[in-house]
């Protein structure tokens, strides 16, 4: 398997900057192929070893080479950090503060603005003193070179090192044709050349509070990006008080996980404490089943399934290292799913090169032009006025206003668009795929309704109360809807009964007799015949017997939302093609496809979060078949809520999470567009 080496790129600031870095990158011998990430500002390459793992001093001699090909073009390279980094590994790494550099932007942004602002006002007033101004052009000269000195020292690095044009090279432009254009206009001033110091300030005010903003935003959007950041970076070693960084963990170690904890790498149960023969786990990130799932010992667990509260410990044995994991292989699923959608992306990096070539070449042949029928200063003045009015802080502005209106908009509808071109693309989709589970359904199990045999039917509430008592302490979601359900029917009970909570349900004993509530594997562990199906398949059962002979049992279903099936009858009646594409079994998802009307040809079942399709194991996955749809000509929007759907969302072309009861953030925040629950 070919190692992944990750590097921190502080110094990219737009698609004209990683261009050079991947094209620097690319013609390393070593490496097989490179991805330049702009919003984490970061590279991610692909070792083209011989071997099947490359040693730890060949690693650090390859990052090394790769820090060396980029710092000879004027970026600096630093180990990448993340939350699965250990405290004592980020010690001796620099990594640029997010709060710090907002705090240095807005600080310069405030007093650009406020003396470009306060020149702006001195020109009106007029009548000031020779030596006044002097003065005010020097405090002037000097700020400017202050807020711009770090966009003059990237555009000279860039220019010198890549032999390109970049934003900040056009910024740069501006402000010293504006600066100069006012000094020379000051020490000549029959030269009739306008004093334009608040416009060289005012260039680099806007320049500084936009990139504040920018900042804070991608901040925000980074924080939850990547799955294996939401596992904790020390676990705990089996036999041993200390604690080991997960990302030394190797196959073979054993590590121990508590309730409630995510388990952080692909491992298998070696041993549940205290000798309970099944535990309940949360699976949601790889079947996206918003109900905890029964396991047993010697299970195989992938990393990102978390261990439910009130369940006993578990010793773990690693089988696979913290790199190659399930969590690993969803974050390099997503960012090879970015790394499709960057060929539109291309597009704008290209305009940008040629933007700014394209503005200087006009103000260039404006200022010639005018030169050859008017005096050089109107000539000067004219080719000064494209320079500034051109620099894309007037652009930034104006053209998003419209865009941002649409996105306060729907977020005033409950929308909430990640970015213009999102809102802009939505208006192409013809084709809409939904998950089910917590995203059609309400993700909470709802007793529809509690059976009890005929000849027991006399004595409902007392068997309610003994259920009452059997749930009292319970904190699996479905012990819990019995529990608010029973208490709607009958009052607190005074009954005293030993309760026994289990895995798959519980068992009491009380007046010499003995009760137990639970699902199918429960039964069957106590050699307790079962007599009734389910009536539907949308239905799932929880028997509740005495004396090993089943008297009754609870109907629970997941009930669609509210308005699931109005917006699906909405989608269709504009035309668009619903998908139904579930981890849930093919009947089940029939049985909800017939109430949402969606035709069963269009419903996709028992499919995984990133396994790829195949006809041979007859293994399915939401991405494959979003990118079926895609490459069948759809234009394609995926709906979902839990981690099984982030890759499918990425591979679409707008992924929409729906806030649920269950909502998983990093879902939510990969997504393209966040549809409020109410």
Do not use: W
């Not at 649409?406 to 809102?423: D, E, S």
């Not at 009930?559 to 579930?582: E, F, H, M, W």
Request: glycine content about 6%.
């Amino acid at each position: 398997m070919n190692t992944i080496i990750k590097l921190s790129i502080p110094d990219i600031r737009c698609g004209v900057c990683a261009k050079p870095i991947q094209n620097t990158i690319d013609k390393i011998a070593f490496v097989k192929s490179a991805t330049v990430d702009i919003v984490d500002q970061c590279v991610s390459v692909e070792i083209n070893d011989l071997s099947s793992e490359i040693n730890v001093n060949d690693e650090i001699a390859y990052k090394q080479k790769i820090k060396d090909e980029l710092m000879d073009i004027g970026f600096n390279a630093l180990d990448f950090v993340d939350a699965t980094t250990p405290n004592e590994s980020q010690q001796n790494i620099q990594v640029p503060n997010s709060s710090k550099i907002i705090r240095k932007h807005v600080l310069k942004g405030l007093l650009s603005l406020t003396l470009g602002c306060g020149m702006l006002a001195l020109g009106f007033i007029g009548g000031i003193s020779t030596f006044a101004m002097y003065l005010i052009a020097s405090l002037s000269t000097v700020a400017t070179l202050y807020v711009g000195a770090d966009t003059f020292k990237e555009a000279y690095k860039k220019l010198i090192y890549t032999k390109k044009l970049t934003m900040d090279s056009l910024f740069s432009l501006s402000a010293i044709a504006a600066l100069g254009t006012s000094i020379v206009a000051l020490l000549v001033p029959t030269a009739g050349l306008p004093l334009l110091f608040d416009s060289a300030l005012l260039i680099f005010g806007f320049r500084h509070i936009g990139k504040a903003i920018e900042e804070k935003a991608k901040t925000k959007i980074i924080e939850g990006l990547n799955f294996r950041s939401r596992v904790l970076p020390f676990i705990e070693i089996s036999e041993s008080d200390v604690k080991a960084p997960v990302n030394k963990l190797k196959p073979g170690h054993i590590i121990v996980v508590r309730p409630g904890q995510i388990i952080p790498v692909d491992c298998e149960i070696q041993e549940i404490i205290g000798g309970a023969e099944t535990i309940l786990i949360y699976d949601t990130i790889v079947t996206g089943d918003t109900l905890p799932t029964v396991v047993g010992k010697t299970q195989k667990l992938l990393a990102g399934i978390k261990l439910a509260e009130g369940n006993p410990s578990l010793r773990l044995k690693v089988i696979r290292p913290a790199a190659q994991s399930y969590l690993a292989h969803l974050d390099q699923n997503i960012t090879e799913a970015r790394k499709e959608k960057a060929e539109y992306e291309d597009r704008v990096e290209k305009i940008m090169q040629y933007f700014i070539p394209i503005v200087l070449g006009i103000a260039s042949l404006v200022g010639l032009f005018v030169g050859c029928f008017f005096t050089p200063v109107m000539a000067i003045k004219s080719a000064i006025t494209i320079l500034v009015s051109a620099c894309p802080c007037t652009l930034g502005f104006i053209v998003p206003l419209s865009i941002k209106l649409g996105i306060a908009k729907a977020a005033a509808l409950g929308a909430q668009f990640k970015n213009g071109k999102v809102l802009q693309a939505a208006d192409e989709i013809d084709t809409v795929v939904f998950d089910l589970n917590g995203t059609l359904t309400q993700g909470k199990p709802e007793i529809k309704a509690f059976h009890l045999d005929t000849n027991e039917k006399r004595n409902k509430n007392f068997y309610l109360k003994i259920i009452q008592q059997l749930e009292k302490n319970s904190q699996h979601p479905i012990g819990k809807a019995i529990k608010d359900y029973v208490s709607k029917s009958v009052n607190s009970s005074t009954l005293e009964i030993n309760a026994k909570l289990q895995a798959t349900g519980v068992t009491g004993n009380m007046d010499g007799h003995c009760y137990v509530l639970g699902n199918k594997t429960l039964m069957d562990h106590h050699l307790i015949t079962l007599t009734k199906n389910k009536k539907n398949s949308n239905t799932y059962l929880i028997y509740f017997a005495r004396d090993n002979q089943v008297i009754g049992y609870f109907e629970i279903v997941d009930p669609l939302r509210k308005d699931a099936i109005p917006i699906v009858n909405s989608l269709q009646a504009t035309g668009k093609n619903v998908y139904l594409c579930t981890g849930a079994d093919k009947s089940t998802a029939l049985v909800y496809a017939k109430q949402l009307h969606i035709p069963a040809a269009n419903v996709m079942a028992k499919c995984k979060g990133s396994l790829k399709f195949s006809e041979k194991t007859n293994q399915k996955s939401k991405p494959e078949f979003i990118q079926n749809l895609i490459d069948s000509g759809k234009k394609v929007a995926m709906v979902g809520d839990a981690g099984n759907d982030v890759i499918a969302m990425e591979k679409a072309n707008i992924g929409i999470s729906v806030q649920s009861k269950t909502l998983d953030e990093i879902t939510q925040n990969n997504a393209s567009v966040v549809i409020n629950s109410n």
